[in-house]
């Protein structure tokens, strides 16, 4: 490809949303399992007052309607909210942020399942081969790097599809916070049903291949 082909390709506008979509919705996924991922660990490896009911709020958070979650951003991060000096609103910050909210039940909840699908005994054995608390936990975190991939996969996926997140604190504005999701449903509404279904089928040829790759990976691991 000369440089010229790729300058082109680059100025597409198709391809810059396209790069945007990935680029918010997997920096989401990112930050949201930096912090996820330590608690799911956590909830799954220990035993405490009120363990299931925690659980059972992630799980509930799970069903959040994303123009719910849209609101509350909306809310906080806009010029008249709380938050408004941060200068947040209408930013691809503030879509990160959301998507990165909105996803962590699904990091923590799958997460939680992974753990305690490992063998008690594994993190036991490590223990008494003179494994310290973390050494252990790492084992334990080892064996169930097939759930906690699907966990962060899922959250991706459910990331990139999302809308109500994107227009309540993005607003879709060009070349800025517009995303697959947010493009799709303007074109909807002109009607512009061609160009839409061309990003329908870029949307959906990335949730395939992440999910095809991801089981390729889960295989290599197991």
Excluded: C
């Excluded at 440089?3 to 680029?23: D, G, Y």
């Excluded at 992630?58 to 123009?67: A, D, E, I, K, S």
Aim: hydrophobic share 55%; proline share 4%; no cysteine.
């Amino acid at each position: 490809m000369t440089f010229k082909m790729f300058w082109e390709l680059f100025q597409n506008p198709i391809f810059q949303i396209t790069i945007r979509s990935l680029h918010i919705s997997g920096t989401a996924t990112l930050l949201s399992t930096f912090w996820s991922l330590p608690l799911g660990m956590f909830i799954g490896l220990k035993s405490f007052p009120g363990k299931q009911f925690v659980k059972g709020i992630f799980n509930t958070l799970l069903g959040v309607p994303t123009v719910a979650l849209g609101l509350i951003l909306y809310l906080l991060l806009s010029t008249s909210g709380p938050l408004g000096f941060l200068d947040l609103y209408l930013t691809p910050q503030a879509m990160i942020i959301g998507q990165a909210l909105l996803v962590t039940p699904i990091v923590v909840s799958l997460a939680t399942s992974a753990v305690e699908s490992v063998d008690p005994k594994i993190q036991d054995l490590a223990k008494t081969l003179g494994a310290s608390e973390v050494e252990a936990s790492l084992a334990v975190l080892r064996e169930s790097m097939g759930g906690i991939v699907l966990a962060i996969v899922a959250s991706f996926n459910r990331a990139i599809a999302e809308l109500g997140v994107a227009l309540a604190v993005g607003r879709n504005i060009k070349g800025t916070t517009q995303v697959l999701t947010t493009v799709i449903a303007m074109e909807v509404e002109r009607p512009n049903i061609e160009y839409s279904i061309q990003l329908v089928i870029i949307l959906l040829a990335i949730v395939f291949t992440v999910t095809i790759l991801t089981n390729l990976l889960q295989r290599r691991i197991t």
